[in-house]
Antibody, heavy 121, light 106 residues
């Protein structure tokens, strides 16, 4: 059974870099059948796609965040990661990682439980 | 950026009845439209992709329709577990979500 688990600091200071990882179990991240994505949700608000990556490392990002985002993949650890630089309070959100099957049009078919990241001094 | 607008913001329906949720795109997204359900404290769950294809394990009471800029999610015979927030998402150009429709018990 596929499981995704986000991990990383729950509190980040303004202007610093937010770093999260997503560990994948129950499936191999090294498959051309999937992309792997990050989505966030500010408290009480809607969803925002951050970016996605393939097992080969090809990444693409939300244009509104592109200048601050880097997503990378580590096939040896079966995980992928998110870095968001120069954070502000507006980056406070629950951050989710998710699988994107090619067979399902690369929509988000399996999600992690999410991790709350608060940006505050 | 393609803006997705959902209506209504809140929909009150009685159990056993039908709910109809709408989603409009600011420009055509063809059939590249998905629907998700989210319950409090949980991650979203994929219901529909390709505007009308049910995801694995999704009951037949959930159906999607539409193409271009106008889409509808219909839930027939509402059950207690269906009351949640529903989001549409386009993936024709990058990915953007609607602001959500809260389906509440009438």
């Amino acid at each position: 059974q596929l499981q995704l688990q986000e991990s990383g600091p729950g509190l980040v200071k303004p202007s610093e870099t937010l770093s999260l990882s997503c560990s994948v179990s129950g499936d191999s991240i090294s498959s051309s059948s999937y992309l792997w994505g990050w989505i966030r949700q500010p408290p009480g608000k809607g969803l925002e796609w951050i970016g996605s990556i393939s097992y080969s490392g090809s990444a693409y990002y939300n244009p509104s965040l592109k200048s601050r985002v880097t997503i990378s993949v580590d096939t040896s650890e079966n995980q992928f990661s998110l870095k968001l630089t120069s954070v502000t309070a507006a980056d406070t959100a629950v951050y989710y990682c998710a699988r994107q099957p090619v067979a399902a049009d690369k929509t988000f078919d399996c999600w992690g439980q999410g991790t709350l990241v608060t940006v505050s001094s | 950026e393609i803006v997705m607008t959902q209506s209504p913001a809140t929909l009150s329906v009685s159990p056993g009845e039908r709910a109809t949720l709408s989603c409009r795109a600011s420009q055509s997204v063809n059939s590249n439209l998905a629907w998700y359900q989210q319950k409090p404290g949980q991650a979203p769950r994929l219901l529909i992709y390709g505007a009308s294809t049910r995801a694995t394990g999704i009951p037949a009471r959930f159906s999607g329709s539409g193409s271009g800029t106008e889409f509808t999610l219909t839930i027939s015979g509402l059950q207690s577990e269906d009351f949640a927030v529903y989001y549409c998402q386009q993936y024709n150009t990058w990915r953007t979500f609607g602001q959500g429709t809260k389906l509440e018990i009438k």
